[in-house]
């Protein structure tokens, strides 16, 4: 019993339903039990299983997808579901990312019902039926409401990560297609934001209005998305996204850079330079963008959370920015 319980789960990416569950040949609720209380299974919620070794080998962002992913195949499972993944666990299930976790997983309910919520999941105010689709045999909310949803529950910079990772990825589509389907993933995300604009979002719909207009596919990164968003929170902006800068031999794509001064904002997530040589080509790079008259400044993820420190970094390159201006005039 316990080896075809496995193997279900592991099917459905390490979870299941308990109705699915006890659904198998000689397994019962008392079997399900015994199972938890061996921690070969984990509950997460009343009928909702995550196998035990792939939760505990799990970072923080794995479990929350896990909880999302097994909630899921309770209440939003294709057919007889009545709810839908929304918000950050319906990105987490269309495989993009998100910002603003608050460790509950939200779902919106199509069939007219009422939402609630407790300690686990936070059912909200339904959508129509036209705003799922199904991934993984889960109804989930199309990915530009699930972002722009995000904006009206955890706030601006939440939304922007989201909906810049929505463009990013409809614009990755788009380069990869040709003819007469080059540029169709992107259009279609515009349409979905243009219609989710309309569904009212009460108090939070200013901010929902400024998410949409911020948003640039271009990010290519959480990190990149954060960063913009706080350069813009202290005034820096106008900002202009992978800005090109021509090295004689090949052309190089800075994160950001100050629309009014010589500065670049390069964020640093420290994953790409995990061989030697990537650090000494990336050192490289910068000194050739220095020698050109630019001022490169680094964010790493510390710096998100210190306005003040990157306001001082900031301002320390602009003014060397504008003294080797003057310098040369």
Known sequence: METAIVALMEAQGGVASGVQLTALPGV????????VRAKVLVRVRRGSFVLGRAFAGATAWERAELQARAVGRSLAADPGGHHALSHESALMMH???????????HLVRFDGGRGRHDD??????????????????????????????VAALHGAEAGLVCLDGVLHQAETRDRK?????????????????????QEGFGTATRVVHEVAQLAD??????????????????GFGPLLLQFPVDLGDRTVYADLKLGRWAVLIEFDGRIKYGHPDALHTEKLREDALRALGYEVVRLTWGDLVNSRLVRQKILAAIARAEAAARATA
């Open 177 to 197: 297609d040709t003819g007469e389907r080059q540029g169709l993933a992107h259009a279609l995300v515009e349409e979905d934001i243009e219609r989710a604009l």
């Open 28 to 35: 019962t609720r008392h079997t399900v039990d015994a199972l």
């Open 120 to 149: 686990t999941i936070f059912v909200h105010r339904p959508v129509e039926v036209d705003w799922l689709v199904t991934v993984d045999g889960l109804h989930v909310v199309r990915p530009a409401l699930a972002a722009l949803q």
């Open 95 to 105: 495989g993009l990312p998100y910002f603003g976790d608050d460790g509950l997983v």
């Open 217 to 234: 596919g271009r990010s290519e990164s959480v990190g990149e998305s954060r960063s913009r968003w706080l350069l813009q929170l202290l």
